[in-house]
């Protein structure tokens, strides 16, 4: 998924694919761990990229936990600039 610019906020195309997610999920009644890992780039400084991303993350996982994703099976990371996902 990718968040607006300067924003932790879910966006209408990140609800879907959560939505989506989440019905595969409890649907197929797989019980599965998996990890939500939040990425920045580094056009703002190293404390507001980590700050956002670790808004990012949480956001992301209460929106998976207010679906019905038990909070224990979801591990999160957020990587602020450290580790961007695109160069």
Not at 10 to 37: G, K, T
Not at 43 to 51: A, K, M
């Amino acid at each position: 998924m990718k968040f607006d610019r300067n924003s932790s906020y879910l966006n209408p195309q990140n609800r879907f694919v959560l939505n989506a997610f989440v019905r595969m999920i409890l649907n197929a009644d797989l019980v599965v761990n998996f990890e939500v890992i939040s990425h920045c780039d580094s056009r703002s400084s190293e404390e507001y990229n980590t700050w956002l991303g670790e808004r990012s993350m949480n956001r992301t996982i209460d929106c998976l936990v207010s679906k019905g994703v038990d909070r224990s099976r979801i591990k999160g990371d957020h990587k602020g600039e450290s580790q961007p996902y695109v160069k």
